[in-house]
């Protein structure tokens, strides 16, 4: 089965920028849809953007609309999400996951998650 290892958080004062990248190892990256998660303290699992297995159809959750860009590059095996003018409310662990396709992840099935990267946006 696929494995998704998230890296690139960390801490960043408001305004700046952050690039999270997650790897996948083992086989079928290129055939999955790809997704961006997050978490704050204290709230529910929340959807960040997602792109489908060609780094088409691409959707942001309205609170990053403008700020985020997530993107591919199935030749790495990797899925990256940019993301600048951070605000404090963007501080939430970032969650890598995976589909068989957009649709059945905006239906809420993940079929593979990563461990998760800690973004905090500090004043």
């Known amino acids: 089965q696929m494995q998704l290892v998230e890296s690139g958080g960390g801490l960043v004062q408001a305004g700046g920028s952050l690039r999270l990248s997650c790897a996948a190892s083992?086989?079928?990256?290129?055939?999955?849809?790809m997704g961006w998660f997050r978490q704050a303290p204290g709230e529910e699992r929340e959807f960040v953007a997602r792109l489908d297995w060609s780094g088409g159809n691409i959707v942001y959750a309205d609170s990053v609309k403008g700020r985020f860009t997530i993107s591919r590059d199935n030749a790495k095996n990797t899925v990256y999400l940019q993301m600048n003018s951070l605000k404090l409310e963007d501080t939430a662990v970032y969650y890598c996951?995976?589909?068989?396709?957009?649709?059945?992840?905006?239906?809420?099935?993940?079929?593979?998650w990563g461990q998760g990267t800690l973004v905090t946006v500090s004043q």
């Open positions: 996951a995976a589909s068989p396709a957009t649709s059945t992840m905006a239906g809420g099935y993940v079929e593979v």
């Open positions: 083992g086989r079928g990256f290129s055939s999955y849809a």
